[in-house]
């Protein structure tokens, strides 16, 4: 059987038999042309064009770049490419899309062809869903590597390509890429393909550029007008996120780097690091509704981390020649749990959020893991690094406190905590995580062009140098433990202890405010929205054991309409022995439901243990 299924395969197959080439350090001869004409990108719809250069007759094979960078899977959106058509001098070339891969087209190039053109169609998500809608009505977000395709064979830093963007007119265009304009026609300087993807462009009718430091920019792109209002205080606490983050890493990997900003309540919002630039697409309202968007404002933070973690620096597994070879993210809690860090601690040091809202935030991430996410009973840390792949960079599935999502990022952020109380502690407070990050960070200071690799033992490595410990034993046991007390003792060593309130602290209000859901998660064990649906039901809580389970919605809490304020007097009065009844509606089946719940409201904050500064209150002061 083992031999003849191969044999068959084959057979039906002929095309398996016509390989990839892999990617190769060689010498790209000429350089590609891209062309993105944007003249229908308000439906959706970016038209592009491309020369590519071909070394001569025979098989090639053209590729749609499918393992993103910074999305750790493969997540090329190859579902949204249409009207493929390649030619030669005008004349048309049959393609044939790999049986296998499906991000790989076969061609066959004739003799006396130098060059490949190609034109298709990105056609973008027209409502925001697992993939991105990277359009509004006056704004578009240009990534490159959704606009084009490139040869196999090459790393792909050997392509050099020159890109040029068709914008409607009167727009302006925010990248890291530096180029010529031309009326609404704005060429980039040539460019190896890998440095191209890595700076995407936000694109729009309504812009501000305002410059943070000589180096820095932060360029904004709004849905209208007014939503650019940026305030001196706003504008004050970015140019303090600059000047923290340079004495945290010591140097810059960049020449100079471009936030780039949408204020969006239609293109999907996202955050996602680039080496010198980063695209950060938050609510409109961001700017002009400062209070209601708290807790949204460590993203800026986050992805400028990233440019010294993640970029610069990159785990060895995570850096590919090529967008074919398959990532592997088992350093994730580095590259996402270092840099959620970095970023929240940043946020605290320039004033983008208070050392209250850095404490109420953390509050729930050390909540979730120590009590409400049972699933870290049987899934560590390390395994939850697979996620991306696993689900394909898309939202995981129902059930998320079992199931778990990426919990790299925040529950590896507690380990960073408590690995700083403990270099605090083992060195007498002499020093601290910013000296491992000046050390491992700031290695070959002021390079930018290349990306320096790491493996685990490097990380312990430089945790040594900073404090001798058993760093290893020390990561080991939390990335790859299941017991959920772990977390807790992460922000106890810091000097702070979880408790509980009855009512969330402003800061989360704020949040929950801005997620439009009401948080039971810790007494009944349910998360609903305005009108009760329930968004989630905690594995186990007592929600769950009374058979909830997540978009069902609670139409009345004894015998009365449902809101959320009914909800909570219910779950307090039943403290005293008071029922809680709920009607349930699902699949337009309506049943009456009891709740055995007897705890009252909980919700988390975190609690000084003692008097005098701890570990993370020394951590969280301004440099
Ligand atoms: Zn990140």
Redesign the pocket.
Known sequence: MKLLFPLAFLVVAPGFAQSIPAARDVPFAGAMTLTVDLARVTQGIFQVRQTIPVAGPGPLVLLYPEWKP?NHAPSGQIENLAGLKLSAGGRPLAWRRDPVNMFAFHVDVPAGVTAVDAEFQYLSPQKEGSDRRVFGPTMANLQWESLSLYPAGYNVHNIPVRATAIYPAGWTGWTALRGQAQGSTVTYDQVPYDILVDSPVYAGAHVKQVRLDPQVSFNLVADAPWQLAITPAQEAAHRKLIEQADKLFGTRHFDHYDFLVALSDYQSGD?L?HHRSSENTLDADLLTDWDANLYDRYVVA??YV?SWN?KFRRPADLWTPDYRQPMQNSRLWV??GQ??FW?DVLAARSGLWSKQAYLDFLAIVVARYAEGYAGVGWRSVQDTTNQPIVTGHGPGGAWPSWFRGADY?RNSELFWVEADATIRRLTGGKRSMDDFARLFFGVEPGAWDHEVTYRFEDVVAALNRVAPYDWAGFLRTRLDGTDPSMNLRTVEAAGYRLAWGEKPTESQRRLLAKQKTDDFTYSIGLALSKQGEVKDVVWNGPAFQAGLRPTEAIVSVNGQAYDAEALGRAITDAKRGAPIRLTVKGDDRFREVGIDYRGGLRYPRLEKIGTGEGALDRLLAAR
């Open positions: 910074g955050g690091e986050h992805e990233h993640g590259y996402e840099t959620q970023g990022y």
